[in-house]
């Protein structure tokens, strides 16, 4: 099966539909839903997934894209997580996805000097969790020590700092790029195509009818087995199936802004504990990422937003290390994500367990619950594991513990020789650089795209980072059917620069539309539905509390 998630793709894939059993139905396009797809595939079963919207336009893309064994759940003695956590950063790093998960470091400055014992002893044990050195060992400093990595802290905003390292994603990408290895392993992958009721005999789940939202045809799918990877929308499932789960799904929202690079006088990011949760400085290329916040939500699934007082709340926090404080206007992007915690006894959000789960609460329909990013790859082997039972003893067991996905082999080779493969792609060394960070040896239809039409070397107007090259292959390769997919998970356009890619997106519209089979009048929808969405999210964003800012922008569509 091919890769490449073109529109011809697309159209082969929905008329293919219900014309056999499949094994496998997955129903979510995020990273466990894509985990799962490409788990089952790459144990040669026939696997279909389904996604209502894009690959990863709920929680995976929206996270603090953290690859990490999270150090607050050492203080809850989480410690089978963090060492599962700690274990599946080290795969991702070296093996499976090292074009997009990379290190970095961060400072976790110490309020009080008793504080350098326990949370040194706690950071030294993370390091020694995280077995074979895949990123360096943490290290002591002084406040002078500090200082000089950070100019930007105030000198009396802490006794010394600790220095250690997690791994960062692109989750969007990441999640993307999952869903096309799956692709490439025989699964058929959907976008933009609903689950409206599950097929029944009598009690056994054998498929489930869904609806072509671009078309708005309907279509049967039967499957031996049906993944429920819905994350926030697990409930939304148990609706659906008319059976209690053994558990249930609690959303915490989580919101992040961004701000330039020149913000902050750094050349490392920054953790620091807060009354609610942990709060980063994440560096991400020309930007920071800074967040994130944890508090109930029970409004819209589809569009948490973030609020005045949440953007409030994360300046006062940060500010207080800072000697000039960021404010408001330097804040050039804000997202809002939602984490899908199961069901605890402790009704506060940041002391639920993020562990996963699986239950089959209906003969055939299997789902997975809980978890964090970090953890995808368990989740889907644990799912398909619980699935494969069900099939029969012939199914193999996992590989994608070995399995890198598309773009990581070769990319090493391609880093280690940047100057040689710019040359060859008559492109700076830079622009090579940033493609390989986001491509891996992908890169290299990049460079295809651009040798075939040199006008697509060119930078995006008003997203000077990106090519125009990355547009059409978001359309051409990577399944992008709205002008949204692009700007918001293809690339970060929607955050990264300060009008939030309202002078891009007329840009990009113009380059994808003939790709994408788009009249003048469906390319003018594309811009008007996007700047609709970019004006009520900057709306939500100066509103008070959740209630006000869900309404401002639900105005929106979409």
């Known amino acids: ?248 799904v609690r959303m915490s929202k989580g919101v992040h802004i961004m701000v330039p690079r020149e913000k902050l006088n750094m050349d490392t990011g920054i953790a620091m504990k807060t009354e609610k949760s942990v709060l980063f400085v994440i560096p991400w290329a020309e930007h920071w990422i800074i967040g994130t916040t944890d508090t109930d939500w029970s409004l819209d699934k589809n569009h948490p937003t973030a609020t005045a007082s949440d953007v409030q709340y994360i300046l006062d926090h940060v500010n207080s290390l800072l000697r000039e404080p960021i404010t408001r206007a330097d804040i050039v992007g804000t997202y809002a994500g939602l984490r899908p915690l199961m069901t605890g006894a402790n009704k506060e959000t940041s002391k639920l367990s993020r562990e996963h789960a699986v239950a089959e609460p209906a003969p055939g329909l299997f789902v997975i619950a809980g978890g964090k990013y970090t953890t995808y790859r368990v989740m889907a082997a644990d799912v398909v594991d619980a699935a494969a039972e069900r099939l029969g003893s012939d199914v193999a067991p996992s590989v994608t513990a070995n399995l890198p996905i598309l773009g990581a082999v070769g990319y090493q080779d391609m880093l280690d020789s940047v100057a040689d493969v710019a040359a060859r792609a008559e492109l700076p060394v830079e622009t090579v650089e940033h493609l390989l960070g986001r491509y891996g040896s992908l890169a290299e239809d990049i460079f295809g795209l651009i040798a075939a039409a040199p006008e697509l070397r060119e930078p995006i107007p008003g997203a000077e980072d990106y090519l125009a090259a990355e547009a059409v292959y978001a359309a051409t390769h990577e399944g992008a059917l709205h002008l949204d997919d692009l700007l918001t998970r293809r690339t970060r356009i929607s955050i990264e620069v300060s009008d939030r890619g309202l002078k891009a997106a007329p840009e990009i519209a113009r380059l994808i539309a003939p790709h994408l089979g788009w009249t003048d009048e469906r390319t003018n929808n594309e811009i008007n539905r996007y700047f609709d969405r970019v004006h009520a999210e900057l709306a939500a964003n100066e509103e008070k509390d959740d209630e006000a800012a869900n309404a401002a922008r639900l105005i929106a569509v979409g």
Request: hydrophobic share 40%; no cysteine; aromatic share 6%.
């Open 1 to 248: 099966m091919s890769a490449q998630l073109d529109p011809a793709y697309r159209a082969r894939a929905i008329d293919s539909l219900g014309d056999t059993e499949i094994d496998v139905l997955v129903i979510g396009g995020g990273v466990t839903g894509a985990g799962a797809a490409l788990d089952a595939a790459s144990r040669g079963l026939s696997v279909t997934l389904v996604e209502a919207r894009d690959f990863a336009a709920g929680t995976s893309s929206r996270s603090s894209k953290l690859i990490h064994g999270g150090l607050r759940y050492l203080e809850q003695y989480d410690f089978a997580l963090v060492r599962e956590a700690l274990k599946e950063r080290g795969l991702l790093l070296n093996k499976l996805a090292p074009h997009l998960v990379h290190p970095v470091s961060f400072l976790f400055p110490l309020q009080k000097h008793y504080e350098r014992f326990y949370i040194g002893a706690g950071i030294a044990l993370y390091d020694t969790m995280g077995g074979a050195r895949s990123v360096p060992m943490h290290k002591h400093l002084s406040r002078s020590g500090a200082l000089e990595l950070a100019p930007a802290l105030k000198e009396d905003a802490m006794t010394g700092a600790i220095r250690y390292y997690d791994a960062q994603v692109d989750d969007a990408r990441h999640t993307m790029t999952i869903a096309r290895t799956a692709a490439q392993h025989g699964a058929t992958v959907l976008t933009r195509t609903k689950v409206t009721g599950l097929l029944r005999d009598g009690e056994k789940v054998v498929g489930a009818k869904v609806v072509d939202l671009e078309t708005g045809l309907e279509h049967s799918i039967r499957a031996k087995t049906v993944i429920s990877a819905t994350g926030v929308w697990t409930d939304d499932m148990i609706k659906m199936t008319g059976v209690d789960f053994p558990f249930h």
